[in-house]
């Protein structure tokens, strides 16, 4: 495993971190395994990863739970751990975004029950609520930051605007934004921001959400109620075109005796900005082909092949 340091810390991160929404995330996915979650986590903690992602979110706090339960057999500073707050659900199933001060601690102290741990490593505000001032929702992290509580503040799902709102004191440490070969819209000024002002860059959905996992095929019928749904890399059109350019990938991909998803994963972290991929899954054996796209080396003129497949497909 290769490792790097998170932006403006002394926090070394495995350059692959693991995403957890499927560990417990019975609201994101069916008939999870919760015993396959947790080996999913032990798997990757087992091949170097340190860098482990999850959200108050996902599961309603149960991949907190579970992914606690499996770092308590591991020194605890032998863990990078990320989490995310700003989702706040009711009774009756529903779920809003809060960006209130108030509630940002209070997720905060709930993360660290379900976790199990008196600290977070780095600390999303997951989304902005549309209402509350950034500055005062990430005033907040500084605050919980010099209590001790977290080590680095990170932001998730924000327009430049917000982003710079967010960093108007340089607090920032990370931003998550998707980022993919078939979603390179942050390449525009989101990135660049991040390399000029010295944010960590960690891309979700770097494998387009399983479409450059190479297995999709257009016959592919989604459930009504699949959260892919209202991605727009899966509407019709847009689905088809992506296929065309997966498939042409993976041509690429079989030259240098590789998949397209380890392909995937090495482009990533081949653009300046980028410091980890946190790619997710479901269990153990899905890790330990993931680490595989770590000896992948892409040169410059294989990088132009590439982009000259996602621009002309």
């Known amino acids: 495993m290769l490792y790097t340091q998170l932006k403006k810390t002394d926090i070394k991160i495995s350059q692959f971190g693991l995403g957890t929404n499927a560990v417990g995330g019975h609201n994101l996915y069916d008939n999870l395994n919760e015993q396959n979650g947790k080996d999913f986590v032990h798997a990757a903690i087992n091949e170097g990863i340190n860098f482990i992602d999850t959200a108050n979110i996902y599961g309603k706090g149960r991949s907190e ?14 863990i990078v751990l990320a989490t995310k707050g700003a989702n706040e659900w009711f009774p009756d199933g529903t779920v809003k975004l809060n960006n209130d ?13 379900r976790l199990r741990t008196d600290y977070i490593d780095l600390y999303y505000i997951h989304n902005p609520d549309g209402k509350t001032p950034i500055g005062d929702a990430v005033g907040e992290l500084v605050k ?46 989101l990135l ?49 075109k992506n296929l065309t350019k997966v498939e042409e990938l993976k041509k690429f991909a079989a030259n240098k005796n590789t998949t397209v998803s380890h ?43 590439i982009d000259d497949i996602l621009s002309n497909s």
């Open 65 to 78: 739970e579970l992914v606690g339960e499996v770092l308590r057999e591991f020194p605890r500073d032998s």
């Open 101 to 113: 001060p108030g509630f940002l601690r209070k997720s905060l102290e709930d993360s660290l029950n």
């Open 144 to 189: 919980m930051k010099e209590e001790g509580k977290i080590r680095a503040i990170g932001i998730s799902n924000m327009s430049l605007e917000q982003v710079k709102e967010a960093n108007a004191h340089g607090d920032i440490n990370a931003l998550q934004l998707e980022y993919s070969m078939l979603n390179r819209s942050v390449e525009k000024d």
């Open 192 to 240: 660049p921001y991040c390399v000029e002002n010295n944010i960590s860059f960690v891309p979700f959905g770097p494998l387009a959400f399983g479409l450059l996992g190479g297995k999709y095929t257009k016959d592919l019928a989604l459930p009504p109620n699949d959260w892919r749904n209202s991605v727009p890399l899966f509407s019709k059109d847009e689905f088809e």
């Open 263 to 305: 392909v995937a994963l090495a482009w990533l972290l081949a653009q300046e900005g980028v410091d980890a991929v946190i790619p997710g899954g479901k269990h153990p054996q899905q890790i330990h082909d993931t680490v595989k796209a770590i000896d992948i080396t892409l040169l410059e003129e294989d990088l132009k092949k």
